[in-house]
């Protein structure tokens, strides 16, 4: 009954992978919790950089080292077996080893013989916690704010992280609350809704973000979209048992068709936000759009501008995209809205 | 990527259970598929009757039954020992073994050692199916009615059963489609959609209702409902994937608070029409309500005529108690409106 949970502070092992693009997971953690990360684990020179300290396993266990945190995607999901050893003395000295693999951590004999042999955990970041309860639909004390996507994979992780650090800048008391993997490492801590059995979806939404005082915000990152032919009923689940207050939809610019369901049309920012609202009301009748998240990575500089700008003025929202303004508009906006 | 799928003719076992209300799973796979029942199998003179021939297990193998179904709940879900040595000794003999417990068959050492040794199949009617596949959301072949209910347990499956009865009697090519244990036991295959990981939710429902001829209908089980505070995703992906051509709404007369979530007031028969065409015109835009189904048992005698036609009148649909006079108003209404 309660999410997964890591400890820090991390050693990022990027074993040999010197591809940058295939160290998304442990660049995240740098970019957005730089401050859990004391240093990385590189098997060779040409191995990527992520700019903190290169340790052993011995320096990393001295320093004060929680987790050995895999930040790097592998070809197959299998765990190659040149990083075994190393692992292996690592879970052996007592540290977690986390990762978000498809084959199970337990299921590599060495690693699961050294773990038992010191009490380290293998954290598999894709297998849900034991034991979530079915959705109660209570209302739970504290506000909510969860980014909904008229696609998958445009830019909700990434806008509810900066909603966390623009609102911790104006001062809320505010958490991000992890729905995917990669969020999950970033965080620390999370539930990997995708794979929760599903009569336990909105239950396990109930569990990420638990009562808290009444001025606290969790900004819960979205998953999937609630017009996706495959996905949509993780959204669902998610928005019923979020039971959020606020919610910014996140869209990326120019993208017409749902990514791999190219017959099915993206559907519009007022399509999500009629549906978000009809369905989320269910459990928060008070629920509002906040705001719009633009991913504008596809359209020419000199478009941008009017194309944020008369989205915001259609929608009487604030539109930003995260990567270029951050979210403080959102912010401002969301302040105003539930001044007390 | 199949459905679960059962082998008969069963041989229904009753174990020592001499209450009739904890025998329903095998009382409905008599109501329901007689012609597959051969006989019935009592550990004691007290053990409820569903009046087919008792049976050994020498003579159910004689008469050549494929399947024991167990056909009654156990206290907590688990097998009496009581229970084991007839369900070991068919298992030898190469019958498979069909339950919904919560224990896993497989989980017995006697069964799954008995099971091994002659090739019988160990069948959790709770367990899915392995490699279930993403919803593609691609249009099938052949047509879907889906039963779509105002709550949980108030005649989505019964209604499903009786309909595929009586297209069956109009001369139509029907298939119910089951989507929860019990209809699993009833039609001999079937997905326990509740039981899904989220992620494959769509997906699943896609293999329960396959490609089939033009003229052809499946009856697909409808699951929680679409304002379920805990079950609307299931609801949602079982719509998405099944993309129903028609659907039945399913209401219990006097029913007003969720069963089992009395916070939550139970909605109109109006709002689960729209929600229902809402969300299922994402894969089927032809989606639209043929009938509406009510468990009446909870009012007077004398209501029962008023209540209907008055629903009848105010949603222009027909609207029948299956128990008392069967679906042939909806099965009409459905001939005529799907008329090539």
Redesign the interface.
Same mark, same amino acid.
């Given at each position: 009954m309660h999410p997964i949970s890591l400890q820090s502070p991390y050693l990022i092992f990027l074993g040999d992978e010197s591809r940058r693009k295939f160290v998304k997971t442990g660049a995240g953690l740098v970019d957005w919790r730089r401050q859990l990360c004391a240093g990385q684990f590189r098997l060779s020179a040409d191995t990527a950089d992520l700019g903190l300290p290169d340790m052993t396993i011995e320096e990393a266990v001295a320093a004060g080292v929680k987790s050995v945190v895999i930040g790097t995607a592998t070809v197959g999901g299998a765990l190659p077996a040149s990083w075994q050893p190393a692992l292996a003395a690592a879970a052996e000295a007592g540290l977690d080893i986390v990762a978000g693999l498809h084959t199970r951590l337990a299921d590599n004999r060495a690693l699961s013989t050294a773990a038992a042999g010191s009490g380290a955990r293998l954290v598999d970041i894709r297998v849900p916690p034991p034991e979530l309860p $079915?959705?109660?639909?209570?209302k739970r004390t504290g506000m909510r704010l969860l980014t909904v996507g008229t696609d998958c994979a445009l830019g909700k992780k990434y806008t509810a992280l900066q909603l966390e650090r623009d609102m911790r800048s104006a001062g809320l008391d505010v958490d991000f609350r992890a729905s995917g993997q990669t969020g999950i490492m970033i965080a620390g801590r999370g539930i990997p809704?995708?794979?929760? $059995?599903?009569?336990f979806?909105?239950?396990a939404a109930e569990v990420l973000s638990p009562g808290n005082s009444p001025g606290h915000w969790d900004v819960v990152e979205g998953q999937g979209g609630i017009?996706h +032919? &495959?996905? &949509? +009923?993780?959204s669902?689940?998610l928005l019923?048992g979020s039971q959020p207050d606020a919610f910014v939809v996140c869209h990326e610019a120019g993208r017409e068709q749902i990514s791999g369901?190219e017959?099915?049309p993206v559907p519009s920012i007022e399509e999500v936000i009629a549906?978000t609202v &009809?369905?989320g009301s269910?459990?928060n009748p008070k629920i509002r759009c906040v705001g719009i998240s633009i991913n504008s990575s596809t359209l020419p500089a000199d478009e941008r501008g009017a194309y944020l700008a008369d989205l915001a003025r259609r929608y009487g929202l604030p539109c930003v995209d995260p990567l270029v303004e951050g979210t403080s508009a959102i912010v401002d906006h969301l302040v105003q809205q539930f001044r007390p």
């Open positions: $079915v959705g109660n639909g209570r809704l995708d794979a929760v $059995v599903s009569d979806l909105s239950g017009f +032919p &495959a996905y &949509a +009923p993780v669902h689940g019923l369901w017959h099915y549906r &009809a369905v269910l459990t």
